[in-house]
């Protein structure tokens, strides 16, 4: 191939790169607004608690917190699903400039971030933002400053280093495992023992360091409260032996059907001839993640969540691509790849957009939230003069309020303080709050949630709530008219 014809074909597969990446902030931005009547669950408490500009809240760090407040506040629900694309397109730039720097031509960097496409993660599942989302960035760059750090002795990488895993550790604990595939990546390229006498390393280490230390004296103010919700997620301490081996098995199940696209994708392109250099360390960043959470689960007997795994399989195009010779294919390639974009948008569209057609019990993405915030609201302002100050309710019902209404109310998480170190109960007895629960789904069940049921011991603690008239507000876009029943509880402030 001459030079001119490599030229243009550099700029072909840069174009679809170029596609890509807008296809992710338009499509995957506009799908979720014209789908959605409300933001996810994890969107909506991670606005709740950006809301409060804490340094930790009672399930995860505070980075992905701050940033879906932050873009709220700027753009509203467009702004939470714009940063979950800013986050998948930003990590997928950091695979390209990391397969490039490993060796891999621009065809076949752009294919390796073209596969990320056929992981649902990075399409269906991406609307949702969350902790495990803003991971994404932080993992695909800081493994390219890692190895651009050591082989170009570049002090600036290490610095950039640092940063990723200190706010990847703000964003998520398990972020430091990106180190792993690192140092898989490292070994293999037969640069672990420079890696440990690098002196760079040590200061990237001081510096993530640095970025954590905040949160790391907030856990301890408060009784490492994330640290215990963790622990509660993982299990392991009640598993039997034997149950090791199950959890194992079912983590790597799991994750093989998410990446059987990419299987098929291989298996179509096996026979292409002489296999492409694959550069030294592309297989521990692809697999070196999934090996360590196979090994720990085996050694701990937790059971990991599948979603934790969404930052790892983020390079692994990079191992693929040449492997495979899948950028020599085309016509292989590219149709699976489109194939399963507009795939996850037609499945999103069918399964929020028409959910309220097609399905008896509501999406929460199809909640009437502004109506509910709005009618909350108007309770509280029917008996005090003040903007609603705190709300009792779940971290949904209590998220909706806090985002889409107007008073801003921090809202105590299920009732329990020590969920909400905000607020205390003391500032709910001096300024007042309302309690909010789901009562029913149906007005016509007459099979109700009572606040016994949803607060046991609330009316010990606040003896002078008063049950208000229930909220029945229509779920949108439904043909058969029917509505959600709200309980309500008003606890007046101590004159």
């Not at 753009?75 to 699903?81: K, P, R």
């Not at 005090?384 to 971290?395: G, H, R, T, V």
């Not at 949108?476 to 709200?486: A, V």
Request: aromatic share 12%; net charge positive; with cysteine.
């Amino acid at each position: 191939m001459d030079q001119s014809s490599t030229g243009q074909e550099s700029r072909r597969v840069v174009r679809l790169l170029v596609a890509w990446v807008l296809f992710h902030l338009l499509f995957w931005t506009l799908l979720p607004l014209l789908c959605n009547t409300c933001l996810p669950l994890d969107c909506i408490e991670a606005v709740m608690w950006g809301s409060e500009w804490e340094w930790g809240y009672d399930k995860h760090p505070p980075l992905s917190a701050w940033a879906a407040q932050l873009f709220a506040i700027l753009m509203g629900d467009a702004g939470v699903y714009l940063l979950s694309q800013l986050c998948v397109v930003t990590a997928g730039l950091g695979v390209y400039r990391l397969a490039r720097f490993m060796g891999l031509g621009i065809s076949q960097a752009v294919y390796a971030v073209l596969l990320l496409e056929c992981i649902y993660f990075y399409n269906y599942s991406s609307v949702e933002f969350n902790v495990n989302i803003l991971q994404l960035p932080f993992w695909a760059w800081g493994w390219f400053l890692g190895l651009h750090a050591l082989e170009k002795k570049n002090g600036w990488s290490w610095l950039g280093l640092g940063l990723c895993v200190g706010l990847g550790a703000l964003t998520k604990y398990i972020a430091v495992f990106m180190l792993i595939p690192l140092f898989a990546a490292w070994g293999m390229r037969g640069q672990w023992r420079r890696a440990l006498q690098a002196p760079g390393l040590w200061f990237a280490g001081i510096v993530s360091g640095v970025v954590f230390l905040p949160h790391l004296l907030w856990m301890q103010a408060n009784d490492w409260i994330t640290i215990t919700y963790g622990l509660r997620r993982t299990g392991g301490e009640g598993a039997v032996w034997w149950q090791h081996f199950v959890f194992a098995l079912e983590y790597l199940l799991s994750n093989a059907a998410i990446l059987m696209p990419l299987i098929v994708i291989a298996m179509l392109c096996r026979r292409g001839g002489n296999k492409a250099q694959v550069p030294a360390g592309a297989i521990g960043f692809a697999l070196g993640g999934y090996t360590f959470m196979i090994l720990l689960t085996l050694l701990m007997g937790m059971e990991p969540v599948t979603m934790w795994a969404v930052p790892l399989p983020l390079a692994i195009g990079i191992w693929l691509v040449p492997r495979y010779n899948l950028d020599r294919f085309p016509l292989r390639v590219l149709p699976v790849v489109l194939f399963m974009g507009l795939l996850g948008m037609i499945a999103y569209g069918v399964t929020y957009g028409l959910g309220p057609q097609i399905r008896d019990k509501p999406h929460r993405v199809n909640y009437p939230a502004s109506k509910i915030a709005a009618q909350v609201e108007a309770a509280w302002a029917n008996t005090q003069k003040s903007s609603l100050p705190y709300i009792i309710a779940d971290e949904w019902l209590g998220g909706i309020v806090n985002h889409y209404g107007e008073a801003d109310a921090s809202v105590m998480i299920r009732g329990v303080p020590a969920r909400s170190n905000y607020l205390s109960e003391a500032d709910i007895r001096r300024e007042g709050g309302v309690v909010l629960w789901l009562k029913s789904r149906d007005t016509s069940d007459p099979t109700v949630r009572s606040l016994k049921t949803a607060y046991p011991d609330l009316k010990e603690r606040y003896p002078n709530a008063v049950e208000v008239e229930d909220l029945v507000i229509a779920w949108p876009r439904r043909s058969d008219g029917k509505s959600g029943r709200y309980g309500l509880a008003i606890i007046p402030p101590k004159m």
